[in-house]
């Protein structure tokens, strides 16, 4: 896959490099393709024969079966059998430069190691994986398909729903303060226990009236999407509130009322100030996880139910 020179300490004094070797075998109980991957290390004097010999040693295959190594280049999926006096590391030397650094698999020019038959045919096992993430990569390239995201701000997005992935992007999301997440039109708040700068009047401005999921998720886009659709429909709004002890809620209710004062004040209401931060003490506690607030068409805040 890549080569990269690791001192003069080959026979001779000569420069050592090292090679990435990925076996595509087939087990003989589940024929399905071996995954792992080795580093052999070689000298520009190391013949094919003694990379495989390595290459089996290290990954403990069956010294008794017959292998070849194969050099597979980037244009077309090209691939060449190296003959057993061929020098692998003189056909690295001929990649690109940047071939003969550390690059992934999918990206092109890396050795398999593949079984021979007793024949002296070579069994293939196409590895659906690379070949599928290889298609992938030269359909976004012509941009026929969208560039992967590092995270999605909406986990209905998520290309694999699960529990495991749904918790990662939470994560990852989280440190990189995006303590915000859609999931449809809920939106799930992991509380980063300190304060950040995400809640002040240019952000009520910026959420004002946009349709949910155009900007960034955040409560006050929840706060703006209740209050305009009270005042177009004329029916009272509900917000929930759902979380353990400790989660939030009550920051999340105060950061709520504080948006929907700051909406009020545009003209659209009046009185609407005292109303709403009299509504009230938020239900909460450990047999009270859930808390809502009902915003009335009339302008006023009712109670917590």
Known sequence: MSVKEA?????????????????Q?????SQTP????????ATKDSTTSDVIQDAITSLQLDGSKRYVLVEVKETGGEEWVLDANDSPVHRVLLWPRRAQDEHP??????FLLQERNADGTIKYVHMQ???QATATRRLVERGLLPRPQADFDDLCNLPKLTEENLLKNLKHRFLQQKIYTYAGSILVAVNPFK??????????????????GKLEPHVFALADVAYYAMLRKHINQCIVISGESGSGKTQSTNFLIHCLTALSQKGYASGVER???????????EDEPVS???WGHTGKATQPV
Do not use: W
């Open 195 to 212: 304060f950040l700068p995400i809640y002040n009047p240019k952000y009520v401005k910026m959420y004002e009236n946009q349709q949910l």
């Open 292 to 294: 809502a607030h009902h």
């Open 105 to 110: 698999q999918e990206d092109g020019y890396y």
């Open 129 to 131: 994986l690379v070949s």
């Open 7 to 23: 001192g003069s300490s080959g026979p001779r004094g000569q420069a050592a490099y090292h090679l990435h070797i990925y076996p």
């Open 34 to 41: 071996c995954q792992a991957s080795c580093r052999v290390t």
């Open 275 to 285: 109303t709403i931060l009299g509504a009230g003490p938020v239900l909460e506690g």
């Open 25 to 29: 075998l087939a087990t003989s109980e």
